[in-house]
């Protein structure tokens, strides 16, 4: 199985800046579509970023599109996303996740198996 495990949330000032990690514990996730998510108190998970399998193809939610970029080095069994000029908005849990292998990048929560347990992202105004 896959195992994500998400590294790199604290607290940052608005405007600032911070880099999430995601890396596998136990079977390797290179041939993986993988996803961000994250989820604020009393509100639904959502969607923040996807990257196909070999990282040519990635896509973003509207409300982070220009400020967070997601990237992976498959060679170390990471992804990570980097996130520029928060706002007290992107204030969540984030969570990585993983598709099963060979299936293509997605903004659908429901298609992705395998989940970590979360980073928290505090922003301050």
């Known amino acids: 199985q896959v195992q994500p495990v998400e590294s790199g949330g604290g607290l940052v000032q608005a405007g600032g800046s911070l880099r999430l990690s995601c890396a596998a514990s136990?079977?390797?996730?290179?041939?993986?579509?993988m996803g961000w998510f994250r989820q604020a108190p009393g509100k639904e998970r959502e969607f923040v970023a996807t990257?196909?399998?070999?990282?040519?193809?990635?896509r973003y939610a509207d409300s982070v599109k220009g400020r967070f970029t997601i990237s992976r080095n498959n060679a170390q069994n990471t992804v990570y996303l980097q996130m520029n000029n928060l706002k007290p908005e992107d204030t969540a849990v984030y969570y990585c996740?993983?598709?099963?292998?060979?299936?293509?990048?997605?903004?659908?929560?429901?298609?992705?198996?395998?989940w970590g347990q979360g980073t928290q992202v505090t922003v301050s105004s």
């Open positions: 136990g079977r390797t996730f290179r041939n993986n579509a």
């Open positions: 990257i196909n399998w070999n990282g040519d193809s990635t």
């Open positions: 996740a993983a598709r099963d292998q060979n299936l293509s990048e997605t903004s659908l929560p429901g298609r992705y198996e395998y």
